[in-house]
Structure formats: structure tokens, C-alpha cells
């Protein structure tokens, strides 16, 4: 079975702030996809990045990181300067399996 | 380049009704995924089909069933409505690489249908 945790229901930071938000993950497959996709106010998904299991390295573009670590199953997404726009519900997802998602709210 | 557009944006029906949305993929895209989102939860699999047939489906009863018409673009029905099948529809879609046995291409998103079902 497939599993996808987002232990962190809600994150508020105030603009400027870093921030990383949790994925941990459960799979037998050996070797696998994980994503990420953003879902601001206005409801549709925005994707984000997609990570294979071959590829450990971590992914920087722009103020967005993903550090990718398959010996503690977990695929996290810093933000890095947070600003107002980034306010949205993120979702990690493993193949069709998404998480509940964290609701990250960034204040001026 | 026109993205996955969905209609209609917004349904309301009642309990015990028949419900049809419509999905059409992002050009060059094959393949068409379904998922019901609850509120404030994640996108649940509903089903996904490829070459007009359901290639894969998720935990849902048979009340929900789908087409995908030759050119790409899908519908999903929902027949005798509860009102708990209030959520929002998702319709994904994605190219399906054969080189790519996992069938995990990334999938793009339409803006989703509001059911409200009273």
C-alpha cells in the first residue's frame, strides 16, 4: 500500500521567513515518482516539481527547494523568502496517492 | 497552448440524481485522470483512462464511471447522487510515455467542478 503524510496541517510565517513543509512517504515500489503541487484560493493544482526515486539531488528553482532523501522516505520543499503569494494549500503526491496537504499562509 | 479546461465550473443537484462532467486534456496529452477533492482533505484517485479505456480506477463505488471520447477529452458520471459526493472534480491529464512503464507522467490540472449536492 501507498501512503503520503503531511504531518503539518497549517504553517503561518510572515514575509521574508524560510519555510519547509514535510513529506514523508510509504511505498514498496522500488522505484517511484514524487511530486508537488500548489493549490492557491482559486482551487486548481499547479504542479511543481517531479522527483524520481533514482535521483537524490536536491532541486533548487528560484525561492523553491526540494530536498529529496530515500533512506528516511521523505521529500521536503523549503521556501526560501516567503512572500504573500505563496499562501496556498501545498500537496506532495506519490503517483495517484496525494497527501492531505499543508496550508501555508504567508503574512505581510 | 490551451490548458485542461472543465465544465460546467459549478453544479448543484440533489440527492438521488445522475450528474455528467466533462474533461478536455492540454494539447498533445492522451491520458485523462479523475479526482474528487473533499473539503480542506487531498485529491482522491477516482479513476484514469487511456486509449478509451479505465486503466487504472481507485477505492470509489460503481456509481462512478467514465468515457474517454477518440479525441482525448473524458466525462465522468456519477449516478444516484449522495449528498456526500459534495467535493470538488478534478480532471488531470498527462501524455503516457511508453518508455515510462510507471505510468507516473506528471499530470496538469483543470480547474476542478464545485458539486453540491442538497
Known amino acids: 500500500a501507498q501512503k503520503v503524510t503531511q504531518a503539518q496541517t497549517e504553517i503561518s510565517v510572515v514575509e521574508k521567513e524560510d519555510v519547509t513543509l514535510d513529506c514523508v512517504y510509504e511505498?514498496?515500489?522500488?522505484?517511484?515518482?514524487l511530486f508537488w503541487y500548489k493549490q492557491p484560493p482559486s482551487g486548481e493544482l499547479v504542479f511543481l516539481i517531479r522527483?524520481?526515486?533514482?535521483?537524490?539531488q536536491n532541486e533548487i528553482s528560484g525561492r523553491y527547494s526540494w530536498n529529496f532523501q530515500k533512506s528516511t522516505s521523505s521529500f521536503n520543499f523549503t521556501i526560501t523568502a516567503s512572500q504573500v503569494v505563496d499562501s496556498a494549500v501545498y500537496f506532495c503526491?506519490?503517483?495517484?496517492?496525494f497527501g492531505a496537504g499543508t496550508r501555508l499562509t504567508v503574512k505581510p | 497552448d490551451a490548458g485542461v479546461t472543465q465544465s460546467p465550473t459549478h453544479l448543484i443537484k440533489t440527492r438521488g440524481q445522475q450528474v455528467t462532467l466533462r474533461c478536455s486534456p492540454k494539447?498533445?496529452?492522451?491520458?485523462v485522470s479523475w479526482y474528487q477533492q473533499a473539503l480542506g482533505q487531498g485529491p482522491q484517485f477516482i479513476f484514469q483512462?487511456?486509449?478509451?479505456?479505465?486503466?487504472q480506477r481507485g477505492n470509489f463505488p460503481d456509481r462512478f464511471s467514465g468515457h474517454q471520447f477518440p479525441n482525448y477529452s473524458s466525462e465522468l458520471n456519477v449516478n444516484a447522487l449522495l449528498l456526500g459526493d459534495s467535493a470538488l472534480y478534478l480532471c488531470?491529464?498527462?501524455?503516457?510515455?511508453?518508455?515510462?512503464?510507471?505510468?507516473?507522467?506528471?499530470?496538469?490540472f483543470g480547474p476542478g467542478t464545485r458539486l453540491t449536492v442538497l
Open positions: 511505498t514498496r515500489d522500488t522505484t517511484y515518482y
Open positions: 494539447s498533445g496529452h492522451d491520458t
Open positions: 488531470a491529464s498527462s501524455l503516457f510515455t511508453r518508455r515510462d512503464l510507471l505510468s507516473t507522467d506528471t499530470q496538469y
Open positions: 483512462y487511456y486509449e478509451e479505456e479505465e486503466r
Open positions: 503526491a506519490l503517483k495517484m496517492r
Open positions: 522527483r524520481n526515486s533514482f535521483d537524490e
